[in-house]
């Protein structure tokens, strides 16, 4: 298992504030450069970023149509704890609405960044196997069901590793947090796209794609 924690902390600021704008009015644009820089280094305090990942041959059970072509499977998980939703929290509790939807954006937005920088350090490691790598796959988006979230997790023994779970639904229980996986295989092409947001069912309401 490969475990990834020296990640940049730098997030795409015009990304945070498109995303705010599709929020609607709440928050004037005027005000939102300031709100985003007297964040940042809150966001900076309050997260833990922790990346893991795993190659492991694909056992004949998880047959999906999306990774049965597939003789590998690279397991990874993302988190950057919880303290940060719990700042967010206390935003909203106290009535600071406007700061709270600002962290909320940021957070998310760098969660974002978090699985594009572990990204790289799995192309470098597929690399070196020879192999090549598939797109992003992420349970619940329409290739593997949401369910898959706990296979993941007990792949890389996550629960015990990263205090973090899955509940009745299958969702995690760290907010700040995504599992997900990527075929590998030598007869597939070594792809540096990670994500290929065509693909996605929510995409038209997605302010992170990629154009």
Excluded: W
């Amino acid at each position: 298992m490969d475990v990834i924690l020296d990640f940049d902390f730098k997030l795409n600021k015009d990304q945070v504030i498109q995303t705010l704008k599709s929020y609607g009015s709440i928050i004037k644009n005027e005000e939102m450069e300031g709100l985003y820089e007297k964040l940042l280094p809150i966001l900076y305090e309050n997260i833990e970023p922790t990346g893991i990942f795993e190659i492991q041959k694909r056992e004949d059970n998880f047959d999906f149509e999306a990774v049965k072509s597939y003789e590998y499977i690279v397991y990874c998980i993302i988190t950057m704890g919880d303290s940060c939703t719990s700042k967010i929290n206390e935003f909203f509790s106290y009535g600071n609405m406007k700061e709270g939807m600002m962290l909320d954006a940021m957070a998310s937005s760098y969660l974002f960044e978090l699985s594009s920088q572990l990204f790289n350090h799995i192309y470098a490691k597929v690399k070196e196997l020879h192999l090549g790598l598939s797109c992003r796959i992420s349970p619940g988006d329409g290739e593997i069901p949401l369910k898959c979230q706990k296979y993941i997790l007990d792949k890389l023994d996550a629960e015990n590793f990263l205090n973090l779970t899955v509940n009745e639904d299958y969702m995690l229980s760290s907010m700040r947090s995504m599992a997900y996986i990527y075929g590998a295989d030598k007869n597939i092409k070594l792809s540096k796209k990670d994500h290929d947001c065509s693909r996605c069912p929510n995409r038209n309401l997605c302010s992170m794609r990629k154009s």
